[in-house]
C-alpha cells in the first residue's frame, strides 16, 4: 500500500491506497435460504430452489450472493445452529447440490460468499456431545465455556450476563451419573454453546473448515458475531443499558423535523448523533475484545493462500465506526457490515454525518466503506423507515406493536433510501425481497413464530419472523411460485400477488425496475469505485453530492426543492415540473 493525498473537497482524508479486489465495490445480495426458492415443496427453500433462480439475481445486476447458512444444524436458530460445519444440511440439499450452485453461479458471473458461525456451535455438535460426556477439566470441555457455578452448591450462574435472545447466558449441565454439573455459557439460545476460541485446537478446527469451502471453491465468507469470540477475562458481571444491548442499536428510524439540523456547510462539523453517541456505552464483556483481531489475523492468512481475492465479512455490531475499522485493517477482514448507517434516522444531517464518517473510518483503514438497510435480523426497511414508535433491534413488530408504520410511506422512503445507497462509493448489501419493496410481515400469528427470541422472552418480543417470510416469484402461484405445493415454513401474507417478481419485471416505476435500473447505472458511471464530495446549496434537508459525473439528490423535507438541468438518470418516484418532492432520489448526469 502507498500514501496519497486527497482534494480537500474529497470527504475521506485516505491516506492508505487501497487495492482493486472486487470486492471492493460489489453489491452483494443476501439469500438466506430457508426463503428464497423451495424445489422439494416441503415449505423450506433449498440450494436447487437457489440454483434454479439465480438467472433473475444475474438480470438484477448483483456481484455476489452471500447464503445465510445451510449447514447441517438441528435448525434451532434457522441454521445459526450448527452441527456439521463441512455438510449441507438434508433439508437444504446436498454437497453435490452446493457444487452446482457455486459452479452456475460463476458460469453467470456471481461470486458466492458463505456463512460461517464460529462464535459457537450447535448443542448437536459432535465437540459438545463429547464435552459433555468427558469429565470436568478435560481437553474436550475446553473446546467451550464451561465454569463452575456459584453458591454453596453451585445452583447460581457463573455470572449475570444476559443471552442476546433473553434469560441467562448459562445453562447447567447434567454429570454422567445425573448429578448437576458445571455451566456453559451461550450469548445466544441455549443450544448454541460458545466455543472456547482461547484454545488453539479450536482455531486449528476452523482453519480447516475455512479450506474445506475454500478448495470447493468460496469466493469468502460472512463471518457470524466477529466481535463475540473472545470474552474479557473473569468473566465479570455486567448490567447493560435499558435498551438496544442486543446485537447493536435500537432499530428506530422516525423522522426528526428539528429544524436546528446544520445547514450543509455546517454539516461536516456539526452533525447529528449517530447511534451511541455522545459517549458510547462502555463495551459488554463479551463484545468487540482487543483478542479478537489475532483470530482475524489468522483467517487472513488462510484466505491470502488462495487466488481470486476471497473476500471476509464481519458482523461486528460495535459501536462507533472507527471501533468497527478496526476489523478491516489491512491484515485482517476485508470489509464489515455499517450497521450504524442502518440505524441512522431518516433525516438529512443525520446521513450526511454517517456517511462522511463512514467513508473516513474505513477509508482511515484502507478498506471500502460498506452500506447496508435490511437483512435477515432487523425490521425490513420499507417498514422500519417509516416506523413511529421505537423498535429495538431484534424485536420485531407484530400485531400488537405500537406505531406501526405506513406502508404506503415506508416504501417511498425505503426506495429513496435505496437509491441514495447504490449511488455511494464502496460496496453494497441488499437482503432478499427488498427489490420486490417487500414489507416486514406484521400480521404473523403467534403459533407460526419460529424465532427463539420470541420463545426465551415468552412473547414479549416478536423477533425476527416478519422479515424472514418466503419471498413472492409469481403472483397467481401457489405459494407465489416459491414452490409448487403452496406449503410455506412461515406463512405467506394473503396481499403480497403485486410484489411477486412477475408484477414487476419490465414494468416502468416498479420497485424492481428501479434495483434493475440503479444497479447498471452504478455500474455504467462508476459509482462503486467513485468518490464523494458534498454538493452545497440544496437546503438543510436534502442530502446533495456529487459521485464522479453524477449528481445525487434525496430531499427529506417536505417542501419540494427545484432541481438543477440536467439529464435525470434515475429517480426514486415520478418528477413532474422540474422539482424534487419529498422522500425522494434523484441521480442526474452531470
Ligand atoms: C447473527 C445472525 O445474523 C443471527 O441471525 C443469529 O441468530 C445470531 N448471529 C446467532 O448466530
Same mark, same amino acid.
Given at each position: 500500500?502507498?500514501?496519497?493525498? $486527497? ?78 460445519? +463441512?455438510?449441507?444440511?438434508? #433439508? ?26 464460529? =462464535? ?32 454453596? =452448591? ?21 454429570? %454422567? ?18 466455543? =472456547? ?34 470474552? !474479557?477475562?473473569?468473566? %465479570?458481571?455486567? +448490567? ?11 432499530? $428506530? ?14 454539516? @461536516?462539523?456539526?452533525?447529528?448523533? #449517530? ?31 488462495? *487466488?481470486? @481475492? ?40 443525520? #446521513?450526511?454525518?454517517?456517511? +462522511? ?17 435490511? =437483512? ?27 406505531? !406501526?408504520? @405506513? ?30 419493496? #417487500? ?32 419471498? %413472492? ?31 414487476? *419485471? ?51 423535507? !417536505? ?16 418528477? +413532474? ?14
Amino acid at each position: 500500500m502507498t500514501l496519497e493525498s $486527497t482534494p480537500d473537497s474529497v470527504v475521506s482524508e485516505t491516506t492508505i491506497v487501497p487495492g482493486d479486489e472486487w470486492w471492493r465495490s460489489a453489491v452483494i445480495y443476501q439469500i438466506y435460504p430457508r426463503s428464497f426458492a423451495d424445489s422439494t415443496g416441503d415449505g423450506v427453500g433449498d440450494l436447487p430452489g437457489i440454483t434454479k433462480r439465480l438467472p433473475a439475481l444475474a438480470q438484477l445486476g448483483v456481484d455476489a450472493i452471500w447464503l445465510s447458512p445451510f449447514f447441517r444444524s438441528p435448525q434451532k436458530d434457522a441454521g445459526y445452529d450448527v452441527s456439521d460445519y +463441512t455438510d449441507v444440511d438434508p #433439508l437444504f440439499g446436498t454437497l453435490d447440490d452446493f457444487d452446482r450452485l457455486l459452479e452456475t453461479a460463476h458460469s453467470l458471473g456471481l461470486r458466492v460468499i458463505a456463512d460461517m458461525v464460529p =462464535n459457537h456451535t450447535s448443542d448437536q455438535h459432535r465437540w459438545f456431545q463429547e464435552a459433555l460426556a468427558a469429565p470436568e477439566g478435560s481437553p474436550e470441555r475446553d473446546r467451550y465455556m464451561f465454569r463452575d457455578g456459584k453458591g454453596p =452448591n453451585g445452583d447460581l450462574p457463573p455470572n449475570n450476563w444476559e443471552s442476546v435472545f433473553g434469560g441467562s447466558m448459562w445453562d447447567r449441565v447434567t454429570n %454422567p451419573d445425573g448429578t448437576p454439573g458445571q455451566w456453559y455459557l451461550h450469548i445466544f439460545d441455549k443450544s448454541q454453546p460458545d466455543l =472456547n476460541w482461547e484454545n488453539p485446537w479450536v482455531r486449528e478446527q476452523f482453519f480447516g473448515i475455512l479450506r474445506f469451502w475454500l478448495d470447493r471453491g468460496v469466493d469468502g465468507f460472512r463471518v457470524d458475531v466477529a466481535h463475540g469470540m473472545i470474552k !474479557k477475562a473473569g468473566l %465479570p458481571d455486567y +448490567t447493560p443499558p435499558a435498551e438496544g444491548a442486543s446485537m447493536g442499536g435500537t432499530g $428506530t428510524s422516525a423522522v426528526d423535523e428539528d429544524d436546528s439540523v446544520p445547514s450543509i456547510a455546517e454539516a @461536516d462539523t456539526v452533525l447529528a448523533p #449517530l447511534i451511541g453517541d455522545p459517549e458510547p456505552a462502555p463495551e459488554p464483556p463479551y463484545w468487540g475484545q482487543e483478542g479478537v483481531h489475532d483470530i482475524w489475523r489468522g483467517w487472513h492468512e488462510v484466505l491470502a493462500e488462495y *487466488e481470486g @481475492d476471497r473476500v471476509l465479512c464481519a458482523e461486528a455490531w460495535v459501536d462507533p465506526l472507527e471501533k468497527v475499522a478496526l476489523w478491516v485493517r489491512p491484515d485482517e477482514m476485508s470489509q464489515a457490515f455499517n450497521f450504524a448507517y442502518m440505524f441512522t434516522d431518516w433525516k438529512a444531517s443525520a #446521513l450526511k454525518r454517517v456517511i +462522511t464518517e463512514s467513508i473516513d473510518a474505513f477509508g482511515g483503514v484502507g478498506a471500502p466503506a460498506t452500506w447496508v438497510l435490511s =437483512n435477515h435480523d432487523v425490521v425490513r426497511h420499507a417498514s422500519r423507515l417509516a416506523l413511529t414508535a421505537d423498535s429495538p433491534q431484534g424485536a420485531g413488530i407484530g400485531p400488537l406493536s405500537p406505531g !406501526k408504520p @405506513d406502508p404506503v410511506l415506508g416504501l417511498r422512503r425505503a426506495r429513496a433510501a435505496t437509491s441514495l445507497m447504490l449511488a455511494l462509493p464502496g460496496s453494497a448489501y441488499l437482503y432478499q425481497g427488498e427489490e420486490l419493496g #417487500l414489507p416486514e410481515d406484521m400480521e404473523l400469528p403467534d403459533d407460526a413464530r419460529q424465532d427463539p427470541t420470541w420463545f426465551r422472552t415468552n412473547g414479549e418480543k416478536y423477533g425476527r419472523d416478519g422479515c424472514r417470510v418466503p419471498i %413472492p416469484w409469481e403472483s397467481d402461484k401457489p405459494a407465489y411460485g416459491f414452490n409448487a405445493s403452496g406449503k410455506s415454513w412461515l406463512p405467506q401474507p394473503k396481499d403480497w400477488a403485486p410484489f411477486a417478481r412477475d408484477a414487476q *419485471e419490465g414494468i416502468p416505476g416498479s420497485t424492481l425496475s428501479l434495483y434493475t435500473d440503479a444497479l447498471r447505472l452504478r455500474r455504467e458511471h462508476g459509482l462503486g469505485t467513485g468518490a464523494l464530495s458534498w454538493e452545497p446549496g440544496y437546503g438543510k434537508k436534502v442530502v446533495a453530492f456529487r459521485n464522479g459525473d453524477v449528481l445525487v439528490l434525496t430531499n427529506l423535507g !417536505k417542501v419540494a426543492v427545484e432541481l438543477p438541468v440536467g439529464d435525470i438518470l434515475l429517480s426514486s418516484e415520478e418528477i +413532474t415540473g422540474g422539482a424534487l418532492p419529498t422522500d425522494t432520489t434523484v441521480w442526474i448526469q452531470l
